[in-house]
């Protein structure tokens, strides 16, 4: 477990994060916020490149105080897109397994299999300044899971990517994440968070504003009633029916291609039973039911909205 | 891409003092640091001022005086000249000012000195490794200027006569204390400005003023030369050479303090920017 205990970070009046409570487990966490909404921040303090101004951070129950034993079990691929000058890609990942500790043949036989997983055997041998930004990236990755940490920090892992690239990265946090490593990450891009995370943290202004799977938190948003658009045969029929239940709809309208129907409901549960129950006495045909805002760019946007455009 | 799945067991370092882990990762950051400071574009400005005093010599040969090159005595005071005047003074200082700052320096700049603190090898350590490995670097190079130099002073003499002074005379002497001296200068001189490159954001201005102290270092009263490098190397020199009319002589002190007091300066140095580094903080955007 990796837990945040009323952490703090100032930088000199500047506020980075404030009063952080966090536990994350295993699984993908994805931290989401506007750029300077304190992710890397806390990304940072984690992997004890910073040190909290107040309160108490702990990975797998050692303290980012000790990089000596906390970088055996944790690895940071950090969004500072430079390199040590002059190396290849394998001397790289390499050279600082060796420095880790690790002896030589192990250290090639990881930097093999890092390099594999990322696919970047073919240009291991050139010059890192010569990659393209997708496989500095990709590099930067290999090195991080190079020594098989429990933990995986990955400061905006997808920029660079082109799509064939993301879906194989993603592939692959699946795929540690499956193997029970704990992998931390921010991104951007949304709807990728979306697909990928087993829970979301969203940060704004240095405070975590909501934290939990993207449903979960959905649903507690009694302010933004859920969105549900419905696609049947007598759309009318039902929105005259819906319009009857004022207590747990709040909203509909018919859209406009007239084959469908929008409704707001602040109690979907209610709502699912009426509908069926409709659907039955009126014999409609159904052809979908879908949320149209229970996803993290939804959130997103009633959470942290424009601030964060 | 792979998707075979196995984890290696980390290596379990449950010693008080994984004595063997260290010294492997001593070797390792080492390994990197001295292919880095050696083959490093930025070293090129490195070696032609190391090569500048060799120049010296070498127009001194084509223009100067033929006697004075063939008298031992003039010989060896005229190098003397030349290596504290040049080669001390400035050669060394602004060589091991350029190593030694940049060893944490140029990686802040860089923004590449968080893959060192992301690997679970003690900051102490970093610091020892990148001590030593800009140790060996500026020992290597002002070695080779001292000596190249002196191979020049010598080279007006013929092979013979050369010999016959190095072997039979004072020459061999000489030599391995003006070599002496330069390493001791990169000892003494590198730990300084490891500390400025560590402590200071701009390390110019420190350098700076340290450069003008150890430059009136002649006008200093005694107890204040105790606290300038040159003062500890000017008195290991074989041959000593008058500071002008207005300098305050001070005893020369003697190798048994002067060579100890610079590793106990180092030893000091060290533990102060190990201390400093311990608790330094990633944020390049300060910078």
């Known amino acids: 477990m990796i837990t945040f205990e009323n952490v703090s970070k100032f930088y000199g009046e500047i506020l ?9 487990s295993r699984g993908i966490t994805s931290l989401v916020g506007p750029n300077g909404s304190g992710k890397t921040t806390l990304m940072n303090l984690m992997s004890g490149l910073l040190r909290p101004t107040q309160g108490s951070i702990n990975v797998l129950g050692l303290s980012p105080d000790q990089p000596e034993k906390l970088f055996r079990k944790l690895g940071y691929c950090a969004q500072f897109d430079s390199f040590p000058k002059g190396m290849t890609g394998r001397d790289f990942v390499q050279s600082f397994l060796e420095i880790s500790g690790f002896v030589r043949k192990e250290a090639i036989n990881l930097t093999n299999r890092a390099l594999e997983r990322v696919n970047l055997v073919d240009a291991a041998k050139r010059k890192v300044e010569s990659y393209s930004k997708g496989m500095r990236q990709r590099i930067r ?38 193997e029970g490593m704990y992998l931390i990450l921010s991104s951007h891009i949304l709807h990728e968070v ?14 975590i504003v909501a934290d939990g799977d993207t449903r979960g938190v959905r649903s507690e948003m009694q302010e933004h009633p859920l969105q549900i658009l419905i696609r049947c045969d007598k759309p009318s029929l039902l929105a005259a029916r819906v319009f009857q239940q004022d207590d747990i709809v709040v909203e509909a309208r018919l859209h406009k291609d007239r084959r ?20 039955l006495e009126q014999n409609l045909q159904v052809e979908s039911i879908h949320p149209v805002d229970d996803d993290l760019d939804a959130i997103y946007q009633y959470l942290i909205g424009s601030e964060g455009s | 891409m792979s998707s075979r799945v196995e984890v290696y067991p980390n290596e379990q370092v449950d010693e008080k003092l994984p004595l063997a882990l260290w010294w492997r990762q001593l070797q390792a950051i080492f390994r990197v640091e001295a292919k880095k400071n050696f083959f490093n574009r930025r070293a090129i400005l490195l070696y032609l001022l190391a090569l500048n005093p060799s120049l010296i010599f070498i127009m001194l040969i084509a223009f100067g005086s033929k006697r004075r090159l063939i008298d031992p005595v003039s010989i060896i005071q005229t190098f003397s000249e030349v290596y504290e005047g040049l080669i001390l003074r ?3 200082f602004f060589g091991c000012s350029w190593i030694f700052i940049n060893l944490f320096r140029s990686e802040i700049v860089d923004k590449s000195l968080h893959y060192y603190f992301l690997t ?11 001590y030593f490995s800009g140790l060996l670097m500026a020992s290597v190079i002002f070695s080779v200027t001292t000596l190249l130099c002196l191979f020049l002073i010598y080279f007006p003499r013929g092979y013979e006569a ?76 074989p041959i000593k050479l008058s500071e002008g009319p207005y300098a305050i002589v001070a005893e020369p002190l003697t190798p048994w303090v002067a060579i100890p007091s610079m590793f106990l300066l180092t030893a000091v140095v060290l533990v102060v920017t190990c201390l400093r580094v311990r608790r330094m903080e990633i944020s390049y955007s300060n910078e």
Request: charged fraction near 15%; charge should be neutral.
């Open chain 1, 141 to 178: 990755l290999a090195q991080a899971i190079a020594h098989n940490p429990q933990v995986l920090i990955l400061d905006e892992p997808l920029n660079g990517l082109d799509p064939m690239a993301r879906a194989e990265v993603i592939a692959l946090f699946r795929q540690l994440s499956d």
């Open chain 1, 260 to 279: 469908g129907l929008f409704i707001k409901t602040v109690n979907p549960d209610e709502f699912y039973l009426f509908f069926n129950k409709v659907v």
């Open chain 1, 16 to 24: 980075g994060v404030n009063r952080i409570n966090l536990s994350i």
């Open chain 2, 120 to 130: 679970p090898v003690r900051r102490e350590l970093l610091v020892i490794a990148k």
């Open chain 2, 162 to 237: 050369s010999m016959q002074h190095i072997f039979e005379g004072p020459g061999l002497n000489h030599i391995l204390s003006y070599w002496g001296i330069s390493v001791l200068g990169c000892v003494g001189y590198g730990s300084i400005f490891l500390l400025l490159g560590v402590f200071f954001r701009n390390p110019i201005l420190p350098a700076t003023f340290f450069y003008c102290w150890e430059l009136i270092s002649f006008l200093l009263p005694p107890v204040l030369k105790k606290l300038t490098i040159i003062h500890y190397l000017q008195s290991l020199t």
């Open chain 1, 194 to 207: 979306d697909m990928m995370s087993d829970r979301v943290v969203l940060i704004n202004n240095g405070y």
């Open chain 2, 90 to 92: 400035v050669v060394i």
